[in-house]
T-cell receptor
Framework: QKEVEQNSGPLSVPEGAIASLNCTYS??????FFWYRQYSGKSPELIMS????GDKEDGRFTAQLNKASQYVSLLIRDSQPSDSATYLC????????????FGSGTQLTVLP | KAGVTQTPRYLIKTRGQQVTLSCSPI?????VSWYQQTPGQGLQFLFE???????NKGNFPGRFSGRQFSNSRSEMNVSTLELGDSALYLC?????????????FGPGTRLLVL
C-alpha cells in the first residue's frame, strides 16, 4: 500500500462547478498535511496546509482533514479554467525531522 | 524574501557523464530536500539535508548523492548518467525548526540524458 494515495483522475469539471480532490494516508501519526498545485512544466506551489481536524478555508479553496479516517480533501469552489493543473497531496509524520511524502497527484481539467 | 533558486535550469548530458545541480534555499531556511519528477513515477524523494548532514534518504541508487554547505546551499550530483535519469529535479527548502512548517519548491532543473 502506498503511503499517500490520491484519486487517480484525470478529473474534469465544468467551469463554475465544485472540484473535489481526495487523499488518504497510511501513517496514523501524520501531523501535517499540504496541498500543492503544479502546472505543466512548472514546480509545485503550495495552496493549503492543514494540521487539525475539520475544515480550513482560503478563498475558493477548502481543505478538510479527518485524522480518524486518515483522509484529507481539497474542494475548489467556482472552478476556473486557470485551476486546470495537477494537485499533489503531501503528508508529514510527527516531528519536524520527518520528510514530506507526496501522492502521485490528480490531474484536474476545468472545462470552459 | 527571495524564493528557492536552482541552477542550471536546463541541462543536456550524455550517458555515462556526471552532473551537479545547485540549490539555494530561502533565506533562513536550513533544510534542503531534493526530488526527482518523471511522468511515469511522479514526485520521488531523493534526500534531505539539514546542518550539512543528510537527515532523510529516499530509495535511489548510490549514483545519486548530495551535500549541503554551511550557508545551507546544497548540491546534488548524479554520476554515470543513464537515460532514465532524464527528469525534472526539484529542490525544496524549509526552516527545519517547527513541527508545522511548509516546504517551498524551486523552479527545478530539467535534465535530459541522451
Amino acid at each position: 500500500q502506498k503511503e499517500v494515495e490520491q484519486n487517480s483522475g484525470p478529473l474534469s469539471v465544468p467551469e463554475g462547478a465544485i472540484a473535489s480532490l481526495n487523499c488518504t494516508y497510511s501513517d496514523r501519526g501524520s501531523q501535517s498535511f499540504f496541498w500543492y498545485r503544479q502546472y505543466s512544466g512548472k514546480s509545485p506551489e503550495l495552496i493549503m496546509s492543514i494540521y487539525s481536524n475539520g475544515d480550513k478555508e482560503d478563498g475558493r479553496f477548502t481543505a478538510q482533514l479527518n485524522k480518524a479516517s486518515q483522509y484529507v480533501s481539497l474542494l475548489i469552489r467556482d472552478s476556473q479554467p486557470s485551476d486546470s493543473a495537477t494537485y499533489l497531496c503531501a503528508v508529514r509524520g510527527y516531528g519536524s525531522a520527518r520528510q514530506l511524502t507526496f501522492g502521485s497527484g490528480t490531474q484536474l481539467t476545468v472545462l470552459p | 524574501k527571495a524564493g528557492v533558486t536552482q541552477t542550471p535550469r536546463y541541462l543536456i548530458k550524455t550517458r555515462g557523464q556526471q552532473v551537479t545541480l545547485s540549490c539555494s534555499p530561502i533565506s533562513g531556511h536550513r533544510s534542503v530536500s531534493w526530488y526527482q519528477q518523471t511522468p511515469g513515477q511522479g514526485l520521488q524523494f531523493l534526500f534531505e539535508y539539514f546542518s550539512e548532514t543528510q537527515r532523510n534518504k529516499g530509495n535511489f541508487p548510490g549514483r545519486f548523492s548530495g551535500r549541503q554547505f554551511s550557508n545551507s546551499r546544497s548540491e546534488m550530483n548524479v554520476s554515470t548518467l543513464e537515460l532514465g535519469d532524464s527528469a525534472l529535479y526539484l529542490c525544496a527548502s524549509r526552516p527545519f525548526q517547527f513541527d508545522q512548517e511548509t516546504q517551498y519548491f524551486g523552479p527545478g532543473t530539467r535534465l535530459l540524458v541522451l
